[in-house]
């Protein structure tokens, strides 16, 4: 029996390809949405996953990226530039950050990245240079070389590619030998370090590495929507990148963007269905935050690791049965032993 991802990966990847061309306005929106969000769940599923660290503040390296873009082409230098600088930003500003916020340890260190992600929200929107509370107009469209991106189809490219980049990186950290020291610590951080493992050198990178995922995201969100503001940037942001990360399963770069592809159009479409004519004003709202607490109590009940990885552990446990007893037509196409 193969495994599934031998057909699985080149069928995704027709479909990422084609999707584009067939979908509307409102499609390709959510679409590009995906995209931009599932690049930030990435790097939430390596921090809290692989690291073992709990940070709900992630939309601040998220912004941090959006409004480095912003200012670098508003400055005269080319678009690509200010996309390429926005994940350098949102890294060093994790650095930063991380230095004092890194001696935290779990529900410590989660209030701590809302206490900074509160304080990021205050400073810019009182930073003229950033627009303050009015917001950052303005922004030119992104121009790879001679090409100007200008359409929507263009810009779902641009923020899937981003997010391929992003996963190709995950997946070579997690198998890498850094990756084994990050489960390491993960499971006990004085164990690992007992085994020579520089614990806070390691919390500090893969924190890096988490916020420049976020801060790649941001600059193809800048240039997407052409418009930044603090209000666009709420703690609920980061709130919803978790819970994206735990339905999609911790630990699992596929189950980063599975997850956040299930929540994002599940939330989508039920907002849709909450403006419908007959429906009151609180409607969508109320859609919005059931879907977060209905799928999250789910998942913890129901697939406590994750839908990925709980398809992953139900597919082996298949091909086990299937290998050790083989129906009478053999489902792997055997037929059985006879006595």
Not at 267 to 275: E, I, N, P, Q, S
Request: hydrophobic share 55%; with cysteine; glycine share 12%.
């Amino acid at each position: 029996m193969r495994s599934p991802g031998v057909w699985a990966v080149p069928a995704v990847a027709a479909a990422t390809l084609a999707l584009p061309l067939v979908l509307d306005s409102g499609g390709l929106a959510v679409y590009v949405q995906v995209a931009v969000s599932a690049s930030v769940v990435v790097g939430i599923s390596l921090l809290m996953g692989y690291a073992g660290q709990v940070s709900l503040g992630q939309a601040v390296f998220f912004a941090t990226g959006g409004y480095t873009a912003a200012l670098v082409s508003q400055a005269g230098l080319p678009t690509l530039a200010g996309l390429l600088a926005a994940p350098v930003a949102a890294a060093l500003c994790a650095l930063v950050l991380g230095l004092p916020l890194l001696r935290l340890r779990g529900h410590h260190l989660a209030f701590a990245t809302i206490a900074v992600h509160l304080i990021f929200l205050v400073v810019v929107a009182q930073t003229d240079a950033l627009g303050g509370s009015t917001g950052l107009q303005g922004i030119p469209l992104l121009s790879l070389g001679p090409v100007e991106v200008s359409t929507n189809q263009g810009y779902a490219y641009v923020a899937w590619a981003v997010l391929a980049v992003v996963v190709v990186v995950a997946r070579n950290i997690v198998r890498s030998r850094p990756g084994r020291a990050l489960r390491a610590l993960a499971t006990s951080e004085t164990a690992a370090a007992s085994s020579g493992i520089p614990v806070g050198r390691h919390k500090l990178t893969v924190f890096a590495v988490s916020a420049a995922f976020a801060g790649a995201a941001g600059g193809v969100f800048a240039f997407y929507i052409g418009f930044l503001s603090p209000g666009m940037f709420p703690v609920s942001m980061s709130i919803t990148y978790v819970v994206m990360a735990v339905v999609g399963g911790l630990g699992s770069v596929w189950g980063a963007v599975a997850g956040t592809a299930l929540v994002t159009v599940l939330v989508h479409y039920l907002g849709v269905l909450g403006t419908l004519g007959g429906m009151p004003d609180y409607a969508p709202a109320v859609f919005t935050y059931a879907v977060y607490g209905l799928v999250l109590v789910l998942t913890v009940l129901f697939l406590p690791h994750g839908v990925v990885p709980s398809l992953a552990a139900w597919w082996r446990g298949r091909r086990h049965r299937v290998r050790e007893h083989p129906g009478p037509a053999g489902e792997d196409g055997h037929e059985p032993a006879r006595a």
